[in-house]
């Protein structure tokens, strides 16, 4: 009895064994990454989610759920996105939370499944201008084919035609969005016309639906400077940045030394480069190009001529316009930021350089007015009828002398001879005017 005791407990050890290695595969170690879409669509977001899937993809999680609730933005930066989820080879799931308006429209279609919370909105993805207006046909055309593309992209046989009514406003469904008005689906419309595969109150809902409930959830949020390059390339921001920046260059050259206005300066063109470094849309070979402009408008204060100022300038201007994600919108941005400074001077200088006590330290305001002493010549308002003597003939200017001192005159009137006696009659500046006297 003692042995088979004995046995039976050997036996229970090693099925306990066994069991607790078996637990863990049983939990399969799966993985479910979260990435949220928020705010503005823009360049820094692609560069945040290019990140999230690469990082899912290593760590082997079984999808990546993108968490949007976005009102748009820009149609480059979606298209972006889109190609970078056509390329992984994880799972996406996009959950509409509750937004997915333009580029957040387009970027959920590109998704293997899209479900919505019950307050979701997708679609109204028609191309607006940055004055807020329709864009041009072209372009409406060519985002036309891409809401297009993005809807026939999944497996899930969803009709291409809801993604272009989203888009084009003359498209009429029977019940569903009249001539005139953008398509926008609402969970049970886009849950009946198969653009959603279902509504769920919350991402833990939708989580445990898909079957993931003993996952690990891994929620990959945007890093420091992650934000801060998707705070600085955001459209709105970038002319700002660029005024601040010609603005406090502009300052800086009224003043002596380097202080507050050119650091102010340097500081917002350094943040510009860095975010959109940091999001990718320039290089660094632009960085370097800036940094050469830099060096040759410093030389031009050692090199006269004027060659080497005007090339950085230009250099520093080429550098602006190759950093931003198009050239047209970075010289919009940039005439802007002149504007900007040449405003912000006249305005500081004409109206309230009088008044402001800072600018008094950094403008010169003083002149060289005769209350101050200062004379630009000598008016000799005393010899006004004293007579004397024509030294040389005057047609009309010539040398006349008056207590013996020679002085430089005007006749009145015409032609005075030599040794002629004259009067002066008045003084205008440096114009002594005389005519001819008998007095003496």
Do not use: C
Request: charged residues 20%.
């Amino acid at each position: 009895m003692k042995h088979i005791g004995v046995k039976m407990f050997a036996a229970f050890i090693v099925l306990l064994s066994v069991f607790s290695f078996v637990q863990p595969a049983d939990a399969d170690g799966q993985k479910v990454y979260v990435a949220p879409v928020k705010k503005e669509v823009e360049r820094g977001l692609a560069s945040f989610l290019e990140r999230s899937i690469e990082e899912a993809e290593e760590n082997g999680a079984e999808a990546l759920i993108l968490d949007i609730n976005t009102p748009g933005g820009a149609v480059n930066a979606a298209e972006e996105i889109g190609q970078i989820m056509v390329n992984s080879t994880i799972e996406t799931i996009a959950f509409i939370n509750p937004n997915a308006l333009s580029a957040g429209s387009y970027i959920a279609l590109y998704a293997d499944q899209i479900y919505m919370s019950p307050s979701g909105k997708m679609g109204a993805s028609a191309v607006i201008t940055s004055a807020g207006s329709d864009a041009d046909r072209k372009a409406q055309s060519s985002w036309l084919a891409a809401m297009k593309n993005a809807a026939e992209s999944s497996d899930r046989d969803r009709d291409p035609l809801y993604a272009e009514a989203m888009v084009d406003q003359s498209i009429e469904i029977d019940g569903l969005v009249e001539a005139g008005e953008l398509l926008t689906f609402t969970p049970a419309d886009a849950e009946e016309f198969g653009y959603s595969e279902g509504t769920h109150d919350n991402l833990d809902d939708l989580i445990a639906s898909l079957g993931y409930e003993d996952a690990e959830v891994i929620s990959i949020e945007p890093t420091f400077t992650e934000n801060l390059a998707r705070f600085i390339t955001n459209p709105i921001v970038v002319p700002i940045l660029l005024s601040v920046a010609s603005l406090g260059l502009v300052l800086e050259l009224y003043s002596p030394g380097f202080g507050i206005a050119g650091s102010m300066g340097i500081g917002a063109l350094l943040l510009f480069f860095f975010g959109h470094l940091i999001a990718g849309l320039a290089g660094m070979e632009v960085l370097i190009l800036f940094l050469v402009g830099v060096g040759l408008i410093i030389a031009e204060f050692f090199v006269p001529g004027g060659i080497l100022g005007i090339a950085g300038l230009v250099a520093i201007v080429i550098s602006i316009l190759l950093a931003g994600e198009s050239i047209a919108f970075m010289g919009i941005a940039l005439s802007v930021a002149l504007l900007v400074a040449v405003i912000g001077m006249v305005i500081m200088v004409k109206f309230l350089g009088k008044n402001l006590h800072l600018l008094k330290k950094i403008i010169l305001s003083d002149s060289t007015s005769t209350e101050s002493g200062y004379v630009s010549n000598v008016n000799r308002h005393e010899l006004v009828g004293k007579t004397g003597i024509a030294r040389t003939a005057l047609r009309p200017s010539g040398t006349i002398i008056i207590d013996e001192e020679r002085i430089d005159a005007v006749s009145e009137g015409g032609y005075v001879n030599k040794d002629q006696k004259v009067i002066v009659v008045k003084v205008e500046g440096s114009r002594i005017v005389v005519r001819e006297t008998d007095k003496f």
